[in-house]
């Protein structure tokens, strides 16, 4: 790995400008941004920080430490994997690892669960809800910020990924709210559930070299292999509806580029239930919205 050098005598808006610089050469897509959170994140300054203190000279070690992180960045490690933290749903969630970097797209997941609840009465109501393959409990925690007398079970067949969910629900102060589980999907479950959320693997195994190295290196291959078609967990979903969702109950799932109809065909199929697709904010089918027929 190589480590860049910093001058001497640069200063730490001196230090954004190259990591820019470098990031921008690079070909990486978020250049100013990428440099502002890890030279802010190296220094333990904000935004605000970093704008008032922008002419002071770095010391040595303050150097070395930025000059590590602009290493790992430009080795295409993603800026989240490096701070160990993202946001979702405006809420920091800690990431290692063992879970997948949650995405600004999959809050349609939330926004069209959080609809669905609103047509049926609110959000004050005790609910119960499972989140299937919880991961960093990106979807479970958004859920409970908004759902105040709610409870969520989140599952994973990771044991590690399960820790760092617990973690982050006693850090956003709603442990007391969250249960979770070690199991595939829902096998160790019992419905019916108010609402079922999932962001499953959907790539398919032939794709994964294709993938961009900051996923393709660095997020797990259990939240990213979705089969030989990319639609293994979907069948599995398909296969427990009837009993995770019943009269009023909603089903909420996160698809891939290009599977929408086909991954809604496998619920229809299987059951008689209602399936509407979802864009998220670019216009592209993101989610899948699913109830029992009688309630459409």
Request: negative net charge; proline residues 6%; glycine residues 8%.
């Amino acid at each position: 790995m190589i480590v860049p050098r910093l001058e001497s005598s640069i200063s730490i808006g001196g230090a954004r400008r190259a990591l820019a610089r470098m990031f921008a050469a690079a070909g990486l897509d978020t250049p100013a941004l990428d440099a502002r959170v890890l030279v802010g994140h190296a220094l333990g300054l904000d935004h605000a920080g970093l704008v008032a203190t922008a002419e002071r000279a770095l010391d040595s070690a303050e150097r070395d430490r930025i000059a590590q992180m602009a290493s790992r960045r430009l080795a295409r490690e993603p800026v989240s994997r490096i701070v160990g933290m993202k946001e979702f749903w405006g809420l920091p969630l800690r990431v290692n690892p063992a879970v997948l970097v949650p995405r600004p797209e999959t809050e349609t997941v939330v926004t069209t669960a959080l609809a669905a609840l609103d047509r049926d009465g609110g959000r004050a109501r005790p609910l119960r809800i499972a989140d299937l393959g919880t991961g960093s409990g990106a979807l479970l925690l958004a859920l409970l910020s908004e759902l105040p007398n709610a409870f969520a079970i989140g599952t994973d067949l990771s044991v590690a990924a399960l820790a760092l969910a617990r973690e982050n629900a006693r850090q956003l102060g709603v442990a007391a709210r969250a249960l979770f589980v070690a199991c595939d999907f829902a096998a160790a479950l019992a419905g019916p559930f108010d609402l079922v959320v999932a962001n499953p693997p959907y790539v398919s195994s032939a794709e994964l070299v294709q993938l961009a190295p900051e996923v393709r290196d660095h997020d797990p291959l259990l939240a990213l292999d979705g089969g030989p078609d990319g639609l293994r967990a979907y069948r599995t979903l398909a296969a427990d509806a009837s009993r995770l969702i019943g009269a009023g109950s909603h089903l909420v799932i996160e698809v891939g580029a290009g599977q929408a109809d086909t991954a809604a065909s496998l619920f229809t199929h299987a059951e008689l239930l209602d399936v509407t697709a979802i864009p998220d904010l670019t216009g592209r089918s993101r989610a899948l919205h699913i109830r029992p027929a009688r309630d459409a």
